[in-house]
């Protein structure tokens, strides 16, 4: 419905559209111009108006609609109402179903702009006075949704095919990594498989070098000791063919001596018979000789005197018997130095010979793969409650040792719970610690309900107490080398956010990279460690809950106090510094400083180390003046007079009062 006002506005810009056609193309830049008249003060005016809505769309028009405007011919007014009629003939009920998609569509080109009027009509009003109605604009706003619902179409069917070739790259990468999954899990069965066999062929070897050894070597056999039966050593032919060529040299040795004794006495006889002699010119007296024999047919015959010798002959049987005798000498060294050989290798050998015995004993003999990713090859060692074994990782392709600790199933919960304990303690402090000094801990899992293992760097040496063992001593620059590296690694146990102590710091918890040279090293085990967790008031220590547990003979005083009215004793980082001064001496002399000789039991009993006041340091081997002082500072009973982590054993050349590091050369 148009109201009469439109209709002379119509009328007007129908005229100023004629008598403006031949305007310039520039001239004919559409206008959007309102109808002000509609927008009285009055309600009444307002509710005059067609299709009133609450917002006022802007349109822009394209260059297309610019062309017909400008072309000439008849009006565009005209023919939109002729475009009108033609469609109101057709169908009206089409004219609205478009109108409802024309402001469907619309939205999506046109921007909005809140208004709390009627919707008033729309005339698009050009420079040069022609104009466009609303239903021409509806008409090319119809065209340009068309238009844009093609591009949306081509654009949907471009993201559609893009999907799909995303899909069929995916599907083809899913496919590619299950082929290199299947060969992978190909490639650690035939791993697997031949692990398998150099394990088996490597255990075979080993029982076959053990049955030899046992008969050149020695072996362990029962004996009978009162009421109960305990291992005794019996030694192979080998050592008991050193042990007969030492009595022999024993023998002759003894021989060589009584032989000179005689050669003197013969010597001495000589010099009194020729007194005698004398003597017996100038008197007339006979001489009896009481040295008569009787001889078979019970006559009395006189003994012959020994046969003179001249100085000639008593020099060179003298010179005879010394040669003998050095000869004799150098080779009891030569057997001695054979025998000390062959006890490093009877400490071999029983090693393996023990080894041997617990692989062929643990349940976990026959190569299992732990989590699917370690395969058990061959036994290192077996403690008390736990075995330790060299495996391969096959994710990262290494040798590690897996430390599978084992709970008695006869334990009551409560021990068992303890052990459990101690064990999560250990992994608590151990996985977070990074040194070269230390070993690594890679990782923890259950196995079953009695065990789990631990997952631990892999060292290929012997451990420093077995070391120790086959050379009784080593020397002064040696021991320092590796006395640096420990002390490296205890220092960063007490940098730590919650400072760490060792507890149980021991020759056999340092392990050597090589069997063979002392070299680099590292520290393992830390089952007794503790932390201190007080540390930021101040307080460096931590109550010994504890007593008892531990190596005694590298424990310091203060672990064995008594407990008192003040409750047990405190402990801290000086423990184990103690335990690297006794440590330093006995790589340097070859025993222990305190209670060398005695059990723990008896140190215990005797109060061994709780008494001990000083260090006494031999004659022998000759160590240097700072090398004891380092030792006598890391020995001393009090603990607020021992020295400290951070000091490092002198070197030689050091200046008094100052550490250095001594080369590891």
């Given amino acids: ?162 999907i799909e070739n995303l899909v069929r790259a995916t599907t083809e990468l899913k496919q590619v990594i299950e082929v290199q999954r299947i060969k992978v899990r190909a490639s ?114 006189p003994e012959l005197p020994p046969k003179e010798m001249t100085a000639q002959e008593y020099i060179e049987q003298e010179e005879i018997y010394r040669l003998r005798k050095e000869h004799l000498k150098k080779e009891e060294t030569d057997l001695l130095t054979e025998k000390d050989r062959l006890e490093r290798e009877r400490n071999l050998h029983i090693r393996e010979m023990k080894r041997v015995q617990c692989e062929e004993q643990s349940r976990f003999r026959d190569h299992l793969l732990l989590n699917d990713r370690y395969l058990l090859l061959s036994l290192l060692g077996k403690g008390g409650f736990s075995e330790v074994w060299r495996a391969f990782d096959l994710d990262e392709n290494r040798y590690v040792a897996c430390k599978i600790h084992q709970v008695n199933k006869d334990w009551k919960e409560d021990k068992k719970a303890n052990y459990v304990k101690h064990a999560m303690r250990e992994k608590d402090i151990h996985k977070s610690l990074d040194h070269p000094r230390i070993v690594r801990l890679f990782d923890l899992f259950t196995i079953d309900n009695d065990s789990f293992c631990t997952v631990l760097e892999y060292c290929d040496g012997n451990d420093l107490d077995f070391y120790l063992k086959q050379h009784k001593q080593i020397p002064e620059k040696e021991a320092r080398c590796i006395i640096m590296q420990v002390v490296s690694a205890l220092k960063y146990l007490s940098e730590q956010k919650y400072p760490i102590i060792h507890y149980d710091l021991k020759p056999a918890n340092i392990l050597l990279q090589s069997g063979t040279t002392s070299g680099e090293i590292k520290i393992t085990d830390f089952g007794l460690s503790k932390t201190i967790e007080n540390a930021d008031d101040g307080d460096e220590s931590i109550e010994l809950t504890s007593q008892g547990a531990g190596t005694y003979w590298y424990l310091p005083p203060e672990t064995f106090t008594p407990f008192g009215d003040g409750g047990p004793p405190k402990i801290s980082n000086k423990v184990d510094v103690w335990s690297v001064g006794v440590i330093f001496y006995q790589c340097i002399y070859g025993k222990r400083p305190f209670g060398h000789e005695k059990t723990q039991q008896q140190i215990l009993e005797e109060r061994t180390i709780f008494n001990a006041q000083e260090v006494v340091f031999p004659s022998k081997p000759p160590v240097t003046q700072s090398a004891q002082d380092f030792i006598r500072r890391c020995l001393q009973c009090r603990k607020e007079e021992r020295a400290d982590k951070s000091q490092q054993p002198q070197s030689p050349s050091a200046k008094s009062g100052r550490f250095e590091q001594a080369d590891c050369d």
């Fill in 1 to 162: 419905m148009i109201t009469s006002s439109n209709s002379h506005q119509i009328e007007r810009n129908t005229a100023t559209t004629r008598s403006s056609t031949h305007s310039s193309p520039e001239d004919l830049q559409p206008q959007i111009v309102v109808n002000n008249a509609m927008n009285g003060p009055s309600n009444e005016s307002s509710n005059l108006s067609v299709n009133s809505d609450k917002e006022v769309d802007i349109l822009f028009l394209n260059t297309s609609t610019k062309e017909k405007v400008g072309g000439g011919g008849t009006s565009i007014v005209e023919k939109g109402r002729k475009r009108k009629r033609l469609e109101f003939k057709n169908d009206v009920g089409t004219k609205i179903v478009d109108n409802q998609k024309h402001e469907r569509k619309i939205t999506d080109y046109a921007f909005k702009i809140k208004t709390t009027s009627p919707k008033r009509p729309i005339i698009a009003t050009y420079p040069n006075g022609d104009s466009l109605s609303s239903d021409s604009i509806n008409a090319h706003q119809s065209v340009q949704t068309i238009e844009s619902g093609d591009l949306s179409d081509k654009l949907d069917e471009k993201k559609s095919k893009e």
């Fill in 188 to 301: 650690k069965e035939t791993i697997r498989r031949l692990l398998v066999e150099q394990s088996r062929m490597e255990r075979k070897q080993a029982k076959e070098r053990v049955m030899e050894a046992t008969l050149r070597i020695g072996q362990f056999r029962p004996a009978r000791v009162g009421e109960h039966f305990k291992d005794q050593w019996i030694d192979g032919w080998a050592m008991e063919e050193i042990n007969k060529k030492l009595q022999r040299i024993n023998q002759e040795r003894n021989d060589i001596v009584n032989a000179t004794k005689n050669l003197k006495n013969r010597k001495s006889m000589k010099d009194s018979n020729k007194r005698q002699s004398l003597s017996s010119t100038s008197s007339d007296l006979p001489c009896t000789s009481s040295n008569n024999v009787y001889s078979d047919d019970g006559f009395l015959k």
